[in-house]
C-alpha cells in the first residue's frame, strides 16, 4: 500500500512543473489586439503632406446627380460623440441627451475620385456639430475624408450654419491602414497646448472645403428648416397619457 502511494505522489510532483509551465505561457489560440493610437495634435510630415493631398482633390464645383437625400431626426447621445477628445473646448455631460439631427447626400455625377458628399447637422441643446463627410468611388488607398467643426456658445442653428465655423478636426479612412488625423488640441493640467502653427494651412484649408459645400447643398437654407419640423426632445419621450373615461355627472335623487 505504502509503495503504491509514493509512486502516485512522484507522478503528481512530476507533472506539476508542465502544469505551472502551461499556466504561464500565453494561449497561442486567443486572438492578438493590435490597438493604434492616432497622433491627433501633433501629426508627421509624411501624414500632414497625405491629408492636404486628400483636401486639395475635393472637387470645387462638382456636379451633383440629380438624385439626393435629406433626413432629419432625434439621436439619444449615451456616451460622448467621437469628435470629443481629451481637452477639447466642447461641453460635455454624464447624462445621456438627445439630439436633433439633419443629413444631406448628394452624389457626384461624373467618374471622379468621390463618389458621394454626405453633411450633417447635430445639436443636443450643449453643443452644436458639422461634419462633413467624402466616400472614395473606388477605394485603393484612401476610403474617405471627413472634417467637423463644432460650437457651445452659439444661440441657434441659423447663427451656427451662417457663420462658416473654421474646421477643428480632419480625419482620413485608409483602406488597409490606421487612420490618419488631425484636430485642435488645447492644454492639460500638465502642460500648456501644443504648437499647432505649422498645421495652420491644413485648418484653413479644411475650412474653406466646409464653407464651399455649405453653400453647394444648401446648408444655411435646408438645416433650419428641416429642424423646424422635429418635435422638442422633451415631446419626443413623453408618453402619451392613457385616455379616461368620461364620467356622467351624478343623477340627483327624486
Do not use: W
Not at 65 to 77: K, M, N, Q, R, V
Not at 111 to 130: K, T
Not at 131 to 159: C, F, G, W, Y
Amino acid at each position: 500500500m505504502i509503495p503504491k502511494l509514493i509512486l502516485t505522489l512522484a507522478g503528481f510532483l512530476l507533472t506539476l512543473p508542465a502544469v505551472s509551465q502551461q499556466a504561464g505561457e500565453p494561449n497561442s489560440n486567443q486572438p492578438q489586439v493590435k490597438v493604434n493610437l492616432l497622433n491627433v495634435c501633433t501629426p508627421s510630415a509624411e501624414e500632414q503632406k497625405e491629408i492636404a493631398a486628400a483636401l486639395a482633390r475635393v472637387p470645387k464645383q462638382p456636379l451633383f446627380a440629380p438624385d439626393f437625400e435629406i433626413s432629419h431626426g432625434l439621436s439619444t447621445l449615451a456616451d460622448a460623440p467621437n469628435f470629443l477628445q481629451p481637452g477639447h473646448s466642447a461641453q460635455t455631460s454624464d447624462e445621456p441627451s438627445v439630439a436633433r439631427y439633419v443629413r444631406i447626400r448628394r452624389e457626384f455625377a461624373v467618374q471622379a475620385l468621390f463618389a458621394r458628399v454626405q453633411y450633417s447637422f447635430s445639436n443636443d441643446g450643449q453643443n452644436m456639430v458639422e461634419t462633413l463627410v467624402l466616400h472614395v468611388r473606388d477605394p485603393k488607398d484612401l476610403i474617405q475624408v471627413s472634417m467637423e467643426d463644432s460650437a457651445s456658445a452659439i444661440s441657434s442653428a441659423e447663427n451656427m450654419v451662417a457663420a462658416n465655423t473654421p474646421a477643428s478636426r480632419i480625419r482620413l479612412e485608409r483602406f488597409g491602414k490606421s487612420s490618419i488625423a488631425l484636430a485642435r488640441c488645447t492644454g492639460s493640467e500638465n502642460g500648456p497646448p501644443p504648437d499647432q502653427s505649422a498645421y495652420e494651412p491644413l485648418f484653413r484649408s479644411a475650412s474653406e472645403v466646409l464653407a464651399n459645400y455649405r453653400t453647394l447643398l444648401g446648408v444655411r437654407r435646408t438645416v433650419p428648416a428641416e429642424l423646424a419640423q422635429i418635435p422638442s426632445a422633451q415631446k419626443a419621450t413623453e408618453k402619451p397619457k392613457s385616455a379616461r373615461p368620461a364620467t356622467k355627472p351624478a343623477e340627483e335623487k327624486k
